[in-house]
């Protein structure tokens, strides 16, 4: 049994050694000759069909050193807010909690819930409140900010968020089916992250 278990073990380590890392595959996609050469003989009239990776840019190099900006693009569906802009520090509202991200952050993905983004360029802080989104972090120190829907927390009233909120609450207790209560639990959350967001 025990012999068993070491084979196994030694070849799931092998498989491991030889997979690449994201840092050790080439920036420009490689063609595989081999697929080429097989095509060019069943289908010699024909060009090779183009694979996704040939219809992607390269990816950026990473830097040697850390910058001392962070570029951010920060997009919403009708309108760019933010486009290549230098700063110093983005704080966004993922779903596992605030996310800083300075230059030279690690490469992340994160789904963004209600709540601030926050983009701090020296003593400036300039705040939106996201409904939802994604934060891609590349590892050349840009940082891709997708809302669905962003505004500026000063141009957030007051008056109509708690309203809002008392109108959602109003409507979660007296849901009667599951899509109701869904709905209802939405515009609760949402509208308590901006009464927070407005607190402070």
């Known amino acids: 049994m025990f012999r068993q278990a070491s084979r196994l073990l030694a070849r799931t380590t ?5 997979r690449a890392f994201s840092s050790d595959v080439p920036a420009t996609p490689a063609q595989d000759s081999n697929f080429i050469e097989s095509w060019t003989k ?3 009239n024909l060009d090779p069909p ?11 190099a990473t ?5 001392t900006k962070l570029t951010v693009n920060f997009v919403l569906p009708y309108a760019s ?12 509202p993922a779903t596992t909690g605030q996310m800083g991200v300075l230059p030279g952050h690690v490469p992340t993905i994160a ?10 360029e020296g003593n400036d802080v300039t705040k939106y409140f996201l409904s939802s989104g994604f934060a891609l972090i590349h ?3 840009v940082a891709d900010i997708i809302a669905v829907e962003a505004v500026p927390v000063d141009r ?7 309203k809002g909120l008392a109108d959602f609450t109003q409507k979660l207790s007296s849901a009667t089916t599951d899509l109701e209560k869904a709905e209802a639990q939405i515009g609760v959350d949402v509208h308590s992250a901006m009464n927070s967001a407005i607190a402070g």
């Open 156 to 162: 957030l009233d007051p008056a109509l968020v708690q």
């Open 81 to 92: 807010e933010l486009s290549g802009k230098e700063v110093d520090m983005v704080i966004v």
């Open 42 to 44: 069943v289908v010699p």
């Open 50 to 60: 183009k694979t996704p990776s040939s219809f992607m840019a390269p990816r950026p």
């Open 111 to 120: 789904e963004l819930k209600p709540g601030i983004l926050s983009v701090h």
């Open 14 to 18: 092998a498989s491991r050694r030889s």
């Open 139 to 141: 590892a050349n120190s």
């Open 63 to 67: 830097p040697s050193s850390i910058p």
